[in-house]
């Protein structure tokens, strides 16, 4: 190692006991800081996609627990619904089964001016639908040589396709399953399948690495968002797709608001005419917690 080469490593690892905390996390507040300052860049992306007319698809895939729905949250917590959705599709109905397999999600595909993020999307069939058994060998062998076309048609028309894969370790999946078992709040999440896919480890990391070899294409190649640490793949996930688009500021202008007009002749109705939520607030924090001002 060069004097230069062992002079760069000391500066990262500097760099990095500043931004991380004793687990080697960001921490929390340097963390909530730049999602910040992240979240404000999202809007000015979501305006000028707007203006623009442009149609954006961003799928995010992984294994279960992985995080990709803690990104998206971070995503649209501060973005327009009607031009930033997020697009999750159950499992296919009868009828969906014998359609074309594409065909449910074309719908959900963005019309100009708007983007749309699938939480998992049509790489099913190359993933859980393989290896739990839901498809057979033609299906897939046919998924894997029709979805790079597939792809490629959507981008010729214009659209801008942006896939992330988040990768998580088995030991980091089977800390957040349990965190998951033991919260009620939580638990819903941990389904069936997901206690199935346990057990399928390597399966489908077979059927990972297959599916890059395949759709892993030039005109929409896949991301990989390295997903151990939840802030850290937050921060980056967001910042590569920001810088995916020369986007311009085209958010609103500060402005005043101008002065209420003068009172109307109005008279509120009576109070015991309404109906209204219980006031049972001092009672979940306690009286001494509620600010008297």
Known sequence: MTTLEREEREEREELEELVTNKKGRIKKGLYEEKLRELQVELVKLQEWVKAE?????????????????GAIKRITAVTNPRIVRTVALGTPTEREKTQWYFQRYVPHLPAGGEIVLFDRSWYNRAGVEWVMGFCDEDQYREFMRSCPEFERMLVRSGTHLIKYWFSVSDTEQERRFQARVDDPTKRWKLSPMDLESRRKWVDFSKAKDEMFAHTDIKQA????VQADDKRRARLNCISHLLSVFDYEDLTPAPFELDDRPPPQAYVRPPMHEQTFVPDVAPELVGDDEVDQD
């Open 221 to 224: 190649p896949w991301y990989v």
């Open 53 to 69: 007319g442009k149609r954006v698809v961003v799928i995010f895939e992984g294994r279960d627990a992985a995080g990709k729905g």
